[in-house]
Structures are given as structure tokens and as C-alpha cells.
Nanobody, 121 residues
Framework: QVHLVESGGGSVEPGGSLRLSCTASGFMISRYAMSWVRQAPGKELEWVARLSASGISAYYADSVRGRFTISRDNAKNTLYLQLNSLKTEDTAMYYC??????????????RGQGTQVTVSS
């Protein structure tokens, strides 16, 4: 059974950094493409980043490219998202999920409970 648990969120000022973690159980992330998605208040889910199953290729939404970095630790079965140069518009609940076929698709049913990121001065 797929189970994902996100952590690492918090409140930071604009320009700050956070590292989000997503610990998986029930499957090995090294065998799956994985994604991070987010949902801001009153808005739809937005795809943020994707890491290929090989762990070699990473893809990012235009809004976060150059500021966010997706990675994983196979030994810990954990996916990460490093958030740098945070902006107020990055405020959202962040979720990890198994990726879908297209670069920006994800398996919605696999999402964890999420971790909140709030960026404000």
C-alpha cells in the first residue's frame, strides 16, 4: 500500500529557504518517477517538480525553476524538495505523489497529508 508522509514545512520570510521531505512506505521510490505538487488557498493543485525513476532527470514548473531542487535518498526511501529564494506566492500546502505519464501529471490518490509552507514578512 502506497503511503507518503511529508514534513519540513514552516514559516519563513521572503528570500528564505526550507527543505521538504517525503518518506515513502509500501513501495521503493527508486523504481518510480515522483513529483511534488502544491495547493495555495483557494487555488487548484499545481504541479511543481518531477524526478525521473532513474533519478537522473528533473523537471520543474516555470514558476520555481532555478529556485527549487528535487532529489531523493534511495537508502532512506525519501524524496526531497529544496526551496530557496522563497516568495510570498510560494505559500501553499506541499504534497509529494507518484508521478503520472506526462511530466506534469501525478497520481492524485497517492498524495500524503501535505506540509504547509508559509512565506511572509
Amino acid at each position: 500500500q502506497v503511503h507518503l508522509v511529508e514534513s519540513g514545512g514552516g514559516s519563513v520570510e521572503p528570500g528564505g529557504s526550507l527543505r521538504l521531505s517525503c518518506t515513502a512506505s509500501g513501495f521503493m521510490i527508486s523504481r518510480y518517477a515522483m513529483s511534488w505538487v502544491r495547493q495555495a488557498p483557494g487555488k487548484e493543485l499545481e504541479w511543481v517538480a518531477r524526478l525521473s525513476a532513474s533519478g537522473i532527470s528533473a523537471y520543474y514548473a516555470d514558476s520555481v525553476r532555478g529556485r527549487f531542487t528535487i532529489s531523493r535518498d534511495n537508502a532512506k526511501n525519501t524524496l526531497y524538495l529544496q526551496l530557496n529564494s522563497l516568495k510570498t506566492e510560494d505559500t501553499a500546502m506541499y504534497y509529494c505523489a507518484q508521478a503520472g505519464r506526462a511530466y506534469n501529471e501525478f497520481e492524485n490518490d497517492s498524495r500524503g497529508q501535505g506540509t504547509q509552507v508559509t512565506v511572509s514578512s
